[in-house]
């Protein structure tokens, strides 16, 4: 595997066993100098030191994590009666980098934030799916994702491609282990439903993965959640489509690009080791949806009004240069999806291109 790429940040340098990183500034609105910075920039502040290069330099090459090529990308979630908008950050630790070299580099930035080694469990996934990724020819590897924990602090997650890959036999390597989390058999087989991407926390705690699946109808949402165990809402994904497209959805979801992600809880070791689902997340691709980045933030914006959500960190993100050297941009919304987490409320998530921080957050 090709080596971790070269990084100027002190942090990453040190290794395992290097102390974690100082809690983030307060994020409450009015606290500190920097209240009239965005929580999104007062995050991307935070993380900028453990940044590799690549990832801010202005020549980079354009990156396969968002449609603008911009190698970060900003995801909101809002949640009714809840403040704030509990901003995180996906990243392409290696614009045009291989495979190998970007699982490396995102690996490295896992270990810089959490000061130690992921956990065998997670060690011995990560080299199964690297495994995959080399027999299939993995498009890009593996990024990397950074939030505020409950404790104030940086958490990781590492996000690792589910290639492709087969055995001998012409079966997909992945179909065995993604049986054993969901534990149950498929469903749905005519939907081409197929994971795509594996979200892992350091500590092998949670694990979150991603399906790709061919257009869905409102009722295969109910199906894809009893087969995780999960409390079927499907229907609270249909009215929130119903109402950010302005149309009645009776067929199929008027999506020609959408998915699904499930998060398990692990527990037990060894053989005696369970995953236990805790929650379903339906996405679409935004433009696929909801048509252009004018259209996209429209409808959020309407529902954000209804629905009483703390937009400001999205405006905030919006008004901000969409590209470098002032040329447009293309499609700066990513995703639009909803959260379901057993009975509590559902959360709202949409992701946007983030090419840089504005000036305050850098010197703020």
């Not at 453990?50 to 990156?63: E, G, I, K």
């Not at 809002?78 to 908008?85: F, K």
Request: hydrophobic letters at 45%.
């Amino acid at each position: 595997m090709s080596p971790p790429i070269p990084s100027g940040s002190a942090r990453l340098q040190q290794g395992p066993g290097a102390a974690p990183p100082a809690p983030l500034p307060s994020l409450q609105a009015g606290a500190g100098p920097a209240a009239a910075v965005s929580l999104l920039d007062r995050l991307l502040a935070a993380i900028r030191p453990l940044l590799p290069p690549a990832v801010l330099a202005p020549d980079r090459l354009p990156s396969d994590l968002t449609p603008s090529g911009a190698p970060m990308e900003a995801a909101f979630v809002w949640a009714d009666g809840e403040p704030g908008c509990d901003p995180r950050v996906s990243l392409d630790p290696a614009p045009g980098a291989l495979p190998g070299t970007r699982l490396e580099a995102a690996l490295s930035l896992c270990r810089a934030v959490a000061g130690a080694e992921p956990s065998p469990e997670v060690s011995r996934l990560v080299a199964r799916l690297s495994c995959w990724q080399r027999q299939a020819g993995g498009r890009y590897g593996a990024w990397a994702g950074l939030r505020q924990s409950a404790s104030g602090r940086l958490a990781a997650k590492l996000y690792l491609e589910v290639a492709p890959a087969v055995d001998a036999a012409g079966r997909p390597r992945w179909v065995g282990f993604e049986q054993r989390l969901a534990g149950a058999p498929p469903v749905l087989t005519g939907r081409n439903v197929r994971p795509t991407m594996l979200g892992v926390t350091p500590d092998g705690g949670v694990l979150e993965l991603y399906y790709r699946t061919d257009p869905l109808f409102p009722g295969d949402l109910d199906t894809l959640m009893r087969r995780f165990g999960l409390v079927p809402r499907g229907r609270e994904i249909r009215r929130l489509v119903e109402r950010l497209t302005g149309r009645s959805v009776r067929f199929e979801i008027p999506s020609s690009d959408v998915g699904f992600s499930v998060a398990f809880q692990i527990v037990g070791e060894g053989r005696a080791q369970r995953a236990h689902a805790l929650a379903f997340t339906f996405y679409s691709n935004a433009a696929a949806l909801l048509g252009p980045d004018a259209r996209v933030t429209e409808a959020l914006l309407a529902e954000g009004a209804v629905r009483g959500w703390d937009m400001a960190a999205y405006r905030h993100a919006l008004s901000g240069s969409g590209a470098p050297h002032g040329e447009a941009p293309l499609q700066r919304h990513g995703l639009v999806g909803l959260v379901l987490a057993g009975k509590a409320s559902a959360r709202v998530t949409a992701t946007l291109a983030a090419f840089g921080q504005s000036r305050e957050a850098c010197h703020g």
